[in-house]
């Protein structure tokens, strides 16, 4: 199991809330830097708008559960989707923001709404 | 992804409900004691979605897909249990537990129950 | 219909809760509920209130092995005191002297009910959920909470599975308190982020 940084405060047992559904595969680590896909597609979505388009880092695995979007519409939802929360810098995700450098905000997000971001970026 | 203010997609591509970081009004910190029927409608949402181990006749995620299709006017002017009570309503309805032609006698059959009897 | 008469004079149901009355009637007669299991799952809701969270917070404060694993797992660490907290997975986020945690969802209202009770109207307000996430100091400020420029802020956007509670720091000045005695200190506001424990 990958050691999770203590600083980051994200407990060490890797999911968090392990279940028995069966599920996508993980495809991220914590402190991995991901982006949030830019897409608008219809349903119901839980991957809030401000969001989309950021790039932040996984702060830690939830777990896997059954996708939202497909429970909606009376669906399984499986195979389960892994559920990350993932932390971005504030300055990057509002334009102009006036608070403290190093403020965050941390959001769950399934998965398949992440993709690798571009390494080259700053860090958080 | 640019989309024109006003134009119909910027209605549908961000929905109504999906309101992080829009310019809103200060916080009124108001408390709204729930009253009997509120409560009801909260203690049938744990019962249908199966929490207190009864069968599961819905899920959150119903409740709140039909609460976001209520359209921006019906979403802003409706109070939090009044959203919840409509949607609960329609996803019975989606589901089959129910028909619309029952619940229309059903409302009915209450609305003349319930009337003031001295009112004629 | 006790909550729609008030002394002699009549108040028609409205529209919602002709709907609930009539929603409840049509699902008892198919069996899909009974009479009993609402009044039942009514009970429930109504024994949840922010106590338990206090509980659970006075517990971490005194106790640095119980804070350690509710940090590690929120569920497991709460039922651990007898709280049954079903159908959560619960997160919860430490308050230092150089982080704070405040908490949202933007997209409803997701709260953790099973433990706290019914989340206020403020919460579920477009106010609250459209600012808080852009700007926290400033919404802080409007419950009389004035965060330190040096302290740096985590908003959590609850937006899947989990639900969260802050864990704030213990006041000064309450050495030698008892657990009960704490969790007088631990309001509801305290534990979603957007105020202070109350002072000693």
């Known amino acids: 199991m990958p050691q999770v940084s203590k600083r980051s405060g994200a407990p060490s047992p890797w999911p968090q ?107 958080e | 992804m640019a989309t024109r203010r006003h134009a119909p997609e910027a209605l549908i591509a961000r929905s109504h409900h999906d309101m992080g970081g829009r310019p809103a009004g200060k916080v009124k910190r108001v408390e709204h004691e729930a009253e009997d029927w509120e409560r009801r409608v909260d203690a049938l949402m744990v019962l249908l979605t199966g929490v207190l181990d009864g069968k599961r006749q819905m899920t959150v995620d119903e409740l709140r897909k039909n609460i976001e ?52 | ?71 590690e797992n929120g569920t497991r660490a709460v039922e651990h005191l007898g709280l049954e907290l079903p159908a959560t997975k619960l997160v919860v986020v430490e308050n230092t002297p150089a982080v704070h945690n405040v908490i949202v969802c933007t997209l409803c209202s997701c709260y953790p009910r099973m433990l706290l009770g019914i989340p206020p109207e403020w919460y579920k307000s477009r106010n609250y959920r459209s600012r808080v996430v852009r700007e926290p100091r400033a919404v802080l400020a409007e419950f009389g909470t004035k965060i330190p420029k040096r302290v740096r802020i985590r908003v959590h956007d609850s937006t899947a599975d989990m639900r969260y509670l802050v864990l704030p720091m213990r006041p000064k000045g309450t050495e030698g308190w008892s657990e009960e005695r704490l969790a007088s200190l631990v309001t509801r506001d305290c534990m979603i982020g957007v105020s202070l424990p109350k002072r000693p």
Not at chain 1, 19 to 41: K, T, Y
Not at chain 1, 64 to 91: H, T
Not at chain 2, 73 to 97: F, K, L
Not at chain 2, 107 to 120: G, H, I, L, Q
Request: glycine share 6%; proline share 7%.
């Open chain 1, 17 to 123: 809330y392990p279940n028995d559904l069966p599920s996508e595969p993980v495809r991220f680590a914590p402190l991995e830097r991901v982006r949030v896909r830019m897409s608008a597609p219809l349903g119901h979505i839980r991957t809030p708008f401000y969001i989309r388009g950021c790039s932040g880092t996984i702060e830690r695995l939830c777990g896997s559960f059954p996708n939202p979007e497909e429970l909606a519409q009376q669906r399984s939802g499986l195979p389960a989707q892994p559920l990350y929360r993932v932390r971005f810098l504030q300055k990057n995700v509002w334009h102009g923001y006036r608070g403290h450098p190093a403020d965050v905000i941390e959001v769950e997000i399934f998965q398949h709404w992440l993709e690798k971001a571009d390494t080259r970026t700053r860090d």
């Open chain 2, 69 to 120: 299709a209520l359209g921006p006017q019906a979403y802003d002017r409706m109070s939090y249990y009044e959203r919840w009570v409509i949607s609960i309503t329609q996803t019975m309805i989606q589901h089959g537990v129910i028909t619309t032609d029952e619940l229309g006698r059903k409302m009915e059959e209450v609305k003349a129950r319930t009337e003031d009897p001295c009112r004629k």
């Open chain 3, 1 to 71: 219909m006790s909550d729609r008469r008030e002394l002699g004079k009549y108040q028609p149901l409205s529209y919602f809760q002709l709907m609930e009355v009539s929603l409840r009637e049509l699902l008892v007669e198919k069996g899909v509920v009974t009479e009993q299991a609402v009044q039942t799952a009514l009970e429930s809701v109504r024994s949840r209130t922010p106590e338990r969270g206090a509980r659970v917070v006075a517990r971490a404060w005194v106790d640095p092995r119980y804070k350690a694993s509710l940090l």
